[in-house]
């Protein structure tokens, strides 16, 4: 009968832990590429709010309305630039994550190797076994024809 593994509950342990580091990995690549669509649905509010800005002082504008219309601008330009701020700490969120993700998976399959080592030696020893057991079952075979022909 094969040994067990002594390192079992650690490699579980290890699969475990890189299960939860997958999974969150997955989570902050999500928001990093949230973060991102919404800095790019800003962008393109600004640019078509200009765009109505430009359209507006061709057909005519009051101050009150050109200032109305920059005030508003400036805001939107505002809320990108905190956008942008957004995406940066998202990404470096991610590679943190992808970091902590890839030392994980390196633990894991530094443990698992050893499982593998130790699954290998036991089917050799198992092996051996076997053929040790088959050879001293051939021998005993062999013995007893021999025993009945010099009884004859």
């Known amino acids: 009968m094969a040994k067990p593994f002594n390192l079992q509950p650690l490699l579980d342990l290890m699969q475990t832990r890189a299960d939860e580091k997958t999974r969150q990995l997955g989570q902050l690549i999500a928001a990093e590429q949230s973060a991102k669509s919404r800095l790019q649905l800003l962008e393109q509010y600004r640019e078509e709010y200009s765009q109505k800005l430009r359209e507006a002082i061709g057909q005519g504008l009051t101050p009150m309305a050109l200032r109305n219309y920059q005030d ?81």
């Open 72 to 152: 508003f601008i400036a805001r939107i330009d505002e809320a990108i630039e905190q956008q942008r701020l957004a995406v940066a700490r998202s990404e470096q969120n991610t590679s943190a994550g992808q970091a902590e993700w890839q030392e994980q998976n390196r633990r894991l399959k530094a443990i698992d190797t050893l499982s593998q080592r130790h699954d290998a030696r036991e089917r050799y020893r198992e092996g051996r076994q076997d053929q040790k057991q088959m050879d001293e079952f051939t021998a005993r075979k062999y013995a007893g024809k021999a025993d009945q022909e010099t009884d004859e």
